[in-house]
């Protein structure tokens, strides 16, 4: 006897990694096309990403595809992503996957157009990349006023509350004004994990 399979539509998601940068830092958005639970490859895949404003393809976008055939574009700058007429083989999984960034500090929810192909519409995917912004830098003298050789502290201070990732290495140097010198005893110290002063 003969019998009539149904195959089911490719599972259409996406997840940016990492999912939480700082401003001008590089996120891979990665689409994944799953046609494994179907017998019969899904020809003519074809979706459009246009991307939250300030959200962007980065400069070097390193965009490229497993699926077979097919044409992704994703210019440099720009806010958007399509892939057209790749095919997704039966029993398997392929992906498309782009460099991101933006220079700008926010949440960036990104809802993609429906995924098509010969299988049928295999409706939209989403994941959301959080940029944090970058730390904030400030130096005060206390007191602000001595009489000459007279001490002030110089504190530097580096605020990351706003952001949800670690700043990891850490790099200023101050070079002081003419007549201006560390202390016979610099009292120097930091409550910044490790790194050298």
Known sequence: TDMLRGNPLPIFTKVFSPESIVVDDISTLTFTIDNTGSTVAATALDFT???????????????????????????AGTGVVTYTGG???????????????????????????????????????TDMLRVNPLPIFTKVFSPAVIVEDGISTLTFTIDNTGSTVAATALDFTDNFPSDLVVAATPNASTTCTGGTL
């Open 87 to 125: 095919t997704a083989a039966a029993g398997a999984s392929c992906t498309i996957t782009v460099d991101v960034t933006s220079s700008t500090a926010g949440d960036y929810t990104n809802l993609t157009g429906d995924l098509t192909s010969s299988l049928g519409n295999s409706g939209s995917a």
């Open 49 to 75: 990403d246009n991307f939250p404003s300030d959200l962007v393809v980065a400069a070097t976008p390193n965009a490229s595809t497993t699926c077979t055939g097919g044409t992704l574009t994703a210019g």
